[in-house]
């Protein structure tokens, strides 16, 4: 019997082509975890069924948060895959984040193949961080990036089809149903937890600062880390990965952080070659946008990044020829390819642009001479000075064109390489008194 205060979590799928799986899920979260379930059903053909709490038509009666669909929408039968996807999503995605704000659910879990788990994700995107999410997908194996975005969302791979109950998938299903189980009470016990504390009394520092990092500026941030501890402020390190990128970007635009160190602006480079890190056309531009100090370097524009090295374009990988490019492979999975003078100038350009919309008093951008990133210093893989001067000269001088009447944003050029502690304290400091940052006693 399940009690009536126990986590609620919610089952999302297609009920068209996956009741008897959805169902399955959720008898065990309700007989054997004993909590509380809603279905949702995000098919494209209504199904009919006593366990279906939230229903497709309920679903499409809702305004979209996508305003280019009508409301109401056509006929859904007559839709493509991809706009079935977003009136779908864009109207459960917010119905259910009304849920999570009010917590009358405390987790949910998703079964999908391609159209499923892209269904779900839209839905997850827009529920809250630290919110439970758990995808079982049959694409869980490739590239999972367009499902995971930047949202906190827990992948399993369903390993067959999710097409008929068997000996290898219902235990995938009893694992995932447990493993949201947990989530969904961890989260409620969270809940309870600050509503005893009482929330507004909850300490948390005056001020959250983003820096981002890759391997090659891990040393930099580490000891940016070290200095920040000297002060009320709370550190958060984003992995500049593509995902990491959007994922701060989003948090900044909503207005968690007071304050950004960009040290790795390496997401650019690979939004401009073809990499595999890509952070969108959008990254660095929140913070400006938001009018939040901001301290941005160029950590790591030396680099694009493949997977393994049969991953890169063979246009670059010629022996000999225009084509050729410098290509080092980090491991068996990680092939990073240098930046060409030409690269470098566009992407001095491109943060130039990105920055034009930022308050100078609140944007500074600090360029590392002896090397942007631990690849890129004397005697390194990757050291090309003549790369880096165009990077360096592009963007000032672009800087310079983009002023437009106002407060030009401040460059500050050092000898140092990035990672020189030097260079990081100077960096920081900057930072610190932009965002009028207050020592913690006996700190510093």
């Given at each position: 019997m399940t009690d009536s205060a126990a986590p609620c979590v919610v089952v999302l799928g297609t009920c068209d082509t996956k009741l008897d799986e959805l169902l399955y899920v959720h008898k065990l979260l309700t007989?054997?975890?004993?909590?509380?379930?809603?279905?949702?059903?995000?098919?494209?053909?209504?199904?009919t069924h006593p366990a279906i709490a939230i229903t497709q038509a309920s679903i499409l009666a809702m305004g979209p948060s996508d305003p280019s669909f009508p409301h109401p929408i056509p006929d859904v039968r007559a839709l493509s895959r991809n706009d079935l996807i977003t009136a779908l999503s864009s109207r459960a995605g917010p119905i259910l984040a009304s849920l999570a704000a009010t917590h009358d659910i405390h987790g949910i879990i998703a079964l999908g193949g391609s159209g499923g788990s892209a269904l779900a994700a839209g839905v997850f995107a827009v529920l809250p961080l630290g919110f439970p999410k758990l995808l079982v997908s049959t694409?869980?194996?490739?590239?999972?990036?367009?499902?995971?975005r930047e949202a906190d969302v827990a992948v399993m791979y369903s390993v067959v089809d999710i097409a008929g109950l068997n000996d290898i998938l219902c235990p995938i299903l009893e694992n995932a149903a447990a493993a949201v189980a947990g989530m969904a009470r961890a989260h409620q016990a969270r809940i309870y937890a600050e509503a005893k504390a009482g929330k507004q009394e909850k300490t948390r520092p005056t001020r959250r600062i983003a820096i981002t990092m890759f391997g090659v500026t891990t040393p930099a941030v580490t000891h940016a880390r070290e200095v920040l501890a000297k002060y009320d402020c709370a550190p958060y390190v984003f992995h500049a990965t593509g995902t990491g990128g959007r994922a701060m970007e989003r948090l900044v635009s909503e207005g968690f952080f007071d304050g950004v160190l960009d040290l790795t602006t390496t997401e650019l480079a690979d939004e401009l070659v073809g990499g595999v890190l890509s952070a969108g056309p959008q990254r660095l531009e929140a913070a400006a946008r938001k009018g939040v100090p901001q301290v941005v370097s160029v950590g790591a524009l030396d680099m694009v990044n493949f997977g393994p090295r049969d991953s890169v374009p063979e246009k670059w990988t010629r022996s000999e020829g225009e084509g050729k490019r410098k290509l080092y492979e980090h491991n068996p999975s990680v092939t990073l390819m240098r930046t060409t003078r030409e690269e470098c100038a566009q992407l001095g350009r491109t943060i130039a642009e990105k920055l034009r919309a930022a308050n100078g008093a609140?944007?500074?951008?600090?360029?590392?001479?002896?090397?942007?990133?631990?690849?890129?210093?004397?005697?390194?893989?990757?050291?090309?000075?003549?790369?880096?001067?165009?990077?360096?000269?592009?963007l000032k001088h672009r800087l310079a064109e983009c002023r437009g009447g106002k407060e030009q944003v401040k460059v500050v050029e050092r000898e140092e390489d990035i990672n020189n502690r030097a260079f990081v304290?100077?960096?920081?400091?900057?930072?610190?008194?932009?965002?009028?940052?207050?020592?913690?006693?006996?700190?510093v």
């Open positions: 007989e054997t975890h004993h909590l509380r379930v809603k279905l949702v059903d995000i098919g494209r053909t209504a199904a694409m869980a194996a490739g590239d999972v990036g367009p499902f995971v609140k944007a500074e951008v600090w360029l590392p001479r002896g090397g942007v990133s631990a690849m890129d210093v004397k005697g390194g893989p990757f050291e090309d000075r003549e790369a880096d001067e165009e990077l360096f000269r592009a304290e100077a960096l920081v400091g900057s930072l610190v008194r932009m965002m009028h940052l207050k020592p913690i006693e006996g700190g």
